[in-house]
């Protein structure tokens, strides 16, 4: 009898179990849009309406900055070596090509070669 009892609540605990992640992953999968929210992103691009795709994009902003930290370093060092004038390729600072575009959007970064400054041209990311 004991045995019985304590196999019904095994049963209730399993399903109750899954009963919470399958709402969990209806949240995470379909963001604010799965409980009768207008699906909306709060990014410039409206990329990343699903709260993983909120972080996803999140991850790639942070990539987008470190690149353009890095483009920026690699031009300052290159105008060391030519008496102070930025180069005029970005291209001449030998960085790999994926540091010359934009993770998320997979824009070309512009670069002025007269005063040397590079920027990300995706929506969202002019401050970076
Ligand atoms: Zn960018």
């Known amino acids: 009898m004991t045995q019985s009892k304590t196999r019904g609540n095994t049963l209730v605990g399993l399903l109750a179990t899954l009963a919470i992640i399958a709402v969990l992953s209806v949240a995470l999968f379909y963001g ?6 207008e699906k909306k992103s709060s990014r410039a691009d409206g990329k990343g309406t699903t709260v993983l795709g909120a972080a996803k994009y999140a991850a790639k902003d942070d990539v987008c900055r470190s690149n353009l930290g890095q483009v920026r370093n690699a031009l300052q060092i290159v105008a060391m070596t030519n008496e ?21 959007g997979g824009e070309a970064y512009e670069y002025n070669p007269a005063d040397g400054l590079v920027k990300c041209p995706h929506p969202g990311h002019g401050k970076y």
């Open 32 to 37: 604010s849009g799965a409980f009768g929210g």
């Open 84 to 104: 102070d004038q930025p180069p005029a390729d970005i291209k001449e600072t030998k960085l790999p090509s994926e540091f010359y575009v934009c993770p998320v």
